[in-house]
């Protein structure tokens, strides 16, 4: 694979004229945040706020020219408004299944139906949690799903699944995933050295989850549940808009709810126009396991709550379970140790609505923000 270079995707670039201005993407200064990585490029045209989505022909020939160069894999290229005035709408690249009217589409993973992300807003609610259980009541519902733990900064799932050992590659080149209870699944953790704390820089990061989405045998796949680093830094905004997310589940304590860290990451998402499927509230109800008596330790109902004013759907709620807990930490998700229990039916509630998301290519008209 050759060498692609910033300097011959600056060349490339430079054959694409804005007809407005009869100048060249860069010698226009429309040209921003180029980053090349292993064939992976992305930048951004920053246009006016006017113009907006009339620049969108120039984002996809651009985006096209630089796809047509010896040894570029993948081309993401965004649309941003300068912050004077809020008219634009910053267009993204997205291949959800279903992309939002007028949105173009742009390759995913090969063979993967749709790529769903699995986020909250800090570490410690539950979302690895969380999205392993999802990913399993998936394939109970008869989607072929695999888990993607691209949480860089504390890689959960070989815990979660009991999974030891690397994934290993038949070519040199690409990553076979592991399986784990019927998933196909890969974690950043298995990856790397965990005696070995890793400072990631955000290419880094790019890089790394960009290639743990296109270079793993995935296919086929009905949907690939990616189980996002906590928190709504560049990480995640990256990660947005990178990957054509189909949708982003957001998971939430009660008390986090209050704390508003859920919201920043709805925001996120709406900001980088990736549909929000809704919230899961985990660590929801405590029932005693030895009187059966429900007490709400953290609050309760504030996720339902929250999705109704920031419009956006509640996905159910997830007791506070030792069962959940022990299973979780003994490499066993409860869904599949015991996929009739009550927590497990919980799971499957959240699942089936993600499920209907899917089927119904949510679509919601994401608000006109402006890019930072
Ligand atoms: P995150 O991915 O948000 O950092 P984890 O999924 O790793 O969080 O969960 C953090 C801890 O909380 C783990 O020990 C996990 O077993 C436990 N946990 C998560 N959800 C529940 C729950 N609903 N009931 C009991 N324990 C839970």
Redesign the pocket.
Known sequence: MPNLTSEKVLAALRSVVDPDTNKDVVASGLLQGLNVKDGHVSFALEVSPESGRAKEPLRLASEKAVLALKGARSVTAVLTAHRSGAASQPRRATTNPQPQAGAPERQGPAGVKAVIAVA?GK?????????VNLAVALNSLGRKAGLLDA?IY?P?APR?LGLTGKPTSKDGKRLQPMEAWGLKTISIGSLIDEDQPMIWRGPMVMTALTQLIYDVEWAPLDVLVV?MP?GTGDAQLTLAQRVPLAGAVI?STPQDIALIDARKGLAMFKKTHVPVFGIVE??STFVCPNCGHESHIFGHGGARETAAKLGTDFLGE?????A??ET??GGTPIMARDPQSPQARAFLTVAERVAAKLDAGDTRAAPRIVMD
Do not use: F
């Open positions: 909250s570490g410690g609610v539950g979302k690895s949690t969380v999205a949480d504390g959960s979660l189980d906590p998971v985990n660590m997830i007791p506070l379970d030792i959940i807990r979780s930490d």
